[in-house]
């Protein structure tokens, strides 16, 4: 058998003996595998993705997709995104809550929000709707997979998704009654209690009507202990429904309705003012979500040559996030200050879009032309209240934005092997902005995105492809009250990606591939930096802000790979490579990040494992994951380290009830995930220094599913 290596520089020494380290595991992995006994081969399943325009297979779309199914969240007893997104290559988090709640796809991306607007980088859909932004919304019970479209979509969604799309899916209602429950217990005090129920309406809605209804509560104390209250301060206490309703109204009128709430209720209690988990804060913060949204879409098939589809959308959120400002309680230490800051949001988001398909007969150039178009319209309000210890008076802000969008998305098949591509969209956005400070902007732009894909489909079915795209993404504002005039506006970024890849099965299909290759270039990049403000006290005051670099450049590599070695046997593994620079860029502190690598971007990120089916009944998971170290900001130094993680799980499965015995970082192994670089500590005269928080540690539990 051929093994094929993939090459390419990795910046540190450091990544290099991470791999090597853990290489010994991932090859213990590999030789228990093809230890296994012969048996016969299960045929790995088709994946359809329902975030494009159209359902389409995952192998049939010429672009870097991730799927994390319900078999995986269930195997590593996921309960939010953060708790899955390692399994995707060239995927990041950042934390600073209870919850991590921005995403960082290919190294771009938001890493916090202290003042609107919010231009995301990465777009959040759950079931349709808007939540890019605020990601605590993302739980994951009764979801049926998590799609992550990595690179540009610019026809797809516009300005809210310069880096890529994340799509939340949940599970849609059966033909038949069904129900379940689900109970778990897990170290930390943690517990929930989840269910479900789905099925046909009956005859009041005719016999084409189906329901799900799906219900979640989860508990903990968090990971760690606050010394001073003598009791844990990062509780968690989160609560989720979801419902849907499909409708075969008439035979050529389709109706789906879903809607949802969340209520979060969390503690915020994250830093040490040495570096450690346990705190000592007497004002610990929150990190509360209360959320409702819905969304409606009808289909007709009654017109000749095309489908239309309506769908809209609304989600309403409250959102409180405060902390402990200085991290310790009143009489620390003689110099020391007490203040705490406190944010709270009323966010609405509404959405319209219009959309014609065509089917087989309104095909063009003699039904080679498949095609879509529509308009899209989004509207979002923000209305902000801070209130902060050292501020004269509570701080208010409103702010409104609307896109209003044209696109246009095209499939020619040239001949039996070959097919193009051709997606346009064109964006309107404008902003108003007001706050108590009488700062106030009123922005607009005209924005534009696209995509060009040239596709050979081989004889045996698999996909080769390069496609050209471009994203794009408002400007927009800093509103501080302190900062400098020229730190006030920032200009739009644009993007292009240039992408080749690989989709398909090999060896008998016993072996899934996807691959890509790609190249980013950005240019007026939008960057979140922060600056520095002394306090009478001699304390600091952290700003954060976003301006323009001139330009910067991201390219790497995604594989993933699913081998079914034999009928009892599965091996799986994913690689993210990324190489990322800014160009003529100074920071805030007057540093040249020239040549530097972009925050958030670490230089490779891997999952290798495999599945066996010990018995009839009996399944073990083994993987180890790893990813490299990466800076947490373009103001300082402060870098994650670099860190590899080793998951199992045991499950026992019986017609109607299912055992999971499941851990994650078996090992214990410390890694960050948020770092600051400041003075707080008054023990050193608030010398600035590299402050961090951890990451979650060991965690294991036992999860039943009972399904009636």
Not at 40 to 55: K, Q, S, Y
Not at 439 to 466: C, E, I, M, Q
Not at 596 to 604: D, I, K, L, M, T
Request: aromatic share 10%; net charge negative; proline share 3%.
């Amino acid at each position: 058998m051929k093994v094929l290596f993939l090459s390419t520089r990795v910046p540190a020494t450091d990544s290099v003996r991470c791999l090597q380290g853990h290489a010994a595991l991932a090859l213990a992995i590999v030789a228990a595998s093809a230890a296994q006994a012969q048996s016969p081969l299960v045929p790995i399943e088709e994946v359809i993705v329902t975030a494009d325009f159209r359902r389409n297979p995952l192998d049939s779309i010429a672009a870097s997709i991730s799927v994390l199914d319900a078999a995986l969240m269930q195997q590593k007893n996921a309960l939010h995104l953060e708790d899955v997104l390692l399994n995707a290559p060239n995927v990041n988090m950042a934390g600073g809550s209870s919850r991590a709640r921005y995403v960082q796809l290919r190294g771009i991306g938001e890493t916090g929000q202290f003042a609107e607007p919010l231009n995301s980088s990465v777009g959040m859909l759950i079931d349709g709707v808007d939540f890019s932004g605020i990601g605590a919304a993302a739980m994951l019970y009764d979801i049926e997979q998590v799609e992550i479209l990595l690179g540009p979509q610019g026809t797809r969604y516009g300005s809210n998704a310069l880096a890529g799309l994340i799509n939340l899916q949940s599970k849609a209602p059966t033909a038949t009654l069904e129900s379940g429950l689900q109970l778990q217990g897990e170290n930390y005090d943690g517990r929930g209690l989840a269910g479900h129920v789905s099925g046909p309406l009956g005859d009041n809605f005719g016999k084409n009507a189906s329901f799900r209804l799906a219900a979640q509560s989860l508990r903990g104390d968090g990971f760690s202990t606050n010394t001073f209250l003598q009791r844990p301060t990062n509780t968690r206490d989160e609560k989720t429904l979801r419902g849907t309703l499909q409708w075969q109204a008439t035979p050529t009128l389709e109706l789906e309705l879903r809607g949802g709430l969340v209520d979060v209720q969390n503690g915020y209690d994250g830093f040490s003012l040495d570096n450690v988990r346990d705190t000592r804060s007497d004002e610990p913060g929150y990190d509360d979500q209360r959320s409702r949204y819905g969304s409606m879409q009808a289909t007709s098939t009654a017109f000749d040559g095309f489908t239309l589809e309506a769908i809209a959308t609304r989600a309403d959120s409250d959102v409180s996030y405060g902390y402990d400002e200085d991290w310790v309680y009143a009489g620390f230490h003689p110099f020391g200050y007490s203040s705490t800051d406190v944010y709270q949001r009323q966010h609405a988001t509404r959405s319209g879009e219009l959309r014609l398909l065509s089917s087989p007969a309104g095909a063009l150039l003699d039904g080679r032309t498949s095609w879509v178009a529509g308009l899209y319209t989004l509207e979002q309000d923000v209305d902000l209240a801070r209130i902060y210890t050292y501020a004269a008076n509570d701080f208010h802000s409103a702010y409104t934005m609307q896109r209003n969008a044209v696109y246009a998305d095209t499939t020619t098949t040239l001949n039996e092997q070959w097919s193009l591509d051709v997606g346009v969209r064109a964006e309107r956005y404008s902003a108003d902005y007001d706050d108590s400070n009488a700062v106030r902007f009123a922005p607009d732009d005209d924005l534009f995105g696209g995509k060009l894909a040239l596709n050979y489909h081989t004889v045996s079915g698999n996909l080769l492809y390069g496609s050209i795209s471009r994203g794009y993404k408002n400007g927009g504002f800093n509103t501080d009250g302190s900062l400098d005039a020229d730190l006030r506006e920032y200009g739009s970024e644009s993007l292009w990606n240039y992408e080749v890849g690989f989709k398909g099965s090999v060896i008998d299909d016993r072996l899934r591939t996807r691959l890509a290759l790609f190249w980013m270039d950005r240019d007026d990049v939008q960057i979140q930096s922060s600056t520095l403000r002394t306090r009478a006290n001699g304390s600091t005051e952290f700003i954060e802000f976003t301006g323009n670099a001139a330009a910067g450049f991201n390219r790497g590599v995604e594989l993933s790979t699913d081998f079914q070695l034999t009928g009892s046997t599965q091996m799986y593994s994913t690689l993210g490579l990324l190489d990322s620079e800014y160009a003529n860029f100074i920071n805030s502190n007057g540093d040249d990040l020239d040549g530097r690598e972009q925050a958030q971007a670490p230089g490779y990120q891997y999952t290798v494992g495999s599945r066996w089916q010990l018995l009839p009944a009996l399944a073990l998971d083994l993987n180890v994951q790893g990813r490299d170290a990466f800076f947490f900001s373009d103001s300082h130094d402060v870098r994650s380290n670099a860190y590899d993680l080793v998951n199992a799980s045991l499950t026992w499965t019986q017609p109607q009830w299912q055992l999971t015995l499941w851990g994650r970082n078996l090992g214990d192994e410390d890694y960050l995930v948020r770092g600051f670089y400041f003075g707080n500590d008054p023990r050193v005269d608030y010398t600035p220094k590299g402050y961090t928080q951890l990451g979650e540690p060991a965690r294991y539990g036992m999860t039943v599913n009972l399904d009636f």
